[in-house]
C-alpha cells in the first residue's frame, strides 16, 4: 500500500519542492504607497522539504540579491507560518505571516512596519500546475479595505 498523504494542510506546499526559474514584477519601492515605477527581473529559486515534512526551506537568487524562506507548518493549528531574510537588508527577519490554504489558494498575513508606516502585509500562492506556480504580495494601509499588489513572482519548473 501507499503512504497516506496527511490531509491536515502540511502537504498543501509539497508543489513548490525541486528547482525553479523565477520571473519578478515589482514596484522600484514597495514602501512608496505613491510608486508606480516597476521593475522586471529573473530568479532562481530552490526549495526543499525539512523535518520530515513540516518546513521547508527556500532560496532564492538574483544577481542584485539573495534572499532565504522558511516555512514551517503548526499541525495543532492547521497553518504556516512563513518568514523572509534577504541580503538586501542584513541581520534582518520580518515578521512571520500566518495562514493556510483554502480552496487551492494560500493566504498568509501579518502586521508589519515599512518605511514608518503600520502595514498589513498578505502573501497570496496558487499552484497553476504542477510546472507553474504564483506567488503575490500585496500590502493595506487601511485596515484591509483595499490592498495594493507590489510584487508578483511567476514560477517555472527546471527540475
Same mark, same amino acid.
Given at each position: 500500500m501507499g ?19 523565477v ?29 520530515g ?10 544577481? &542584485? ?9 503548526d ?22 505571516m500566518?495562514g493556510?490554504? !483554502?480552496?487551492?489558494?494560500g ?21 497553476? !500546475? ?5 506567488? &503575490?504580495?500585496?500590502? !493595506? ?9 507590489n510584487?508578483t513572482m511567476?514560477? !517555472?519548473?527546471?527540475?
Amino acid at each position: 500500500m501507499g503512504s497516506v498523504v496527511p490531509t491536515d494542510g502540511r502537504a498543501d506546499f509539497d508543489f513548490l519542492f525541486g528547482r525553479w526559474r523565477v520571473r519578478n514584477r515589482k514596484l522600484v519601492d514597495v514602501t512608496d504607497v505613491a510608486c508606480e515605477d516597476w521593475i522586471e527581473f529573473d530568479a532562481t529559486a530552490a526549495i526543499e522539504p525539512i523535518m520530515g515534512g513540516l518546513g521547508h526551506v527556500d532560496r532564492i537568487r538574483t544577481d &542584485e540579491f539573495e534572499g532565504f524562506t522558511l516555512r514551517l507548518f503548526d499541525p495543532d493549528a492547521k497553518l504556516w507560518r512563513i518568514w523572509w531574510a534577504s541580503s538586501t537588508r542584513p541581520g534582518h527577519l520580518d515578521p512571520a505571516m500566518e495562514g493556510a490554504f !483554502s480552496d487551492g489558494v494560500g493566504r498568509f498575513y501579518c502586521d508589519d512596519v515599512l518605511g514608518g508606516q503600520a502595514v498589513k502585509v498578505r502573501f497570496e500562492w496558487t499552484n497553476a !500546475s504542477r510546472d507553474a506556480a504564483r506567488w &503575490e504580495q500585496a500590502f !493595506s494601509y487601511d485596515g484591509e479595505v483595499t490592498w495594493r499588489t507590489n510584487w508578483t513572482m511567476d514560477l !517555472s519548473r527546471v527540475e
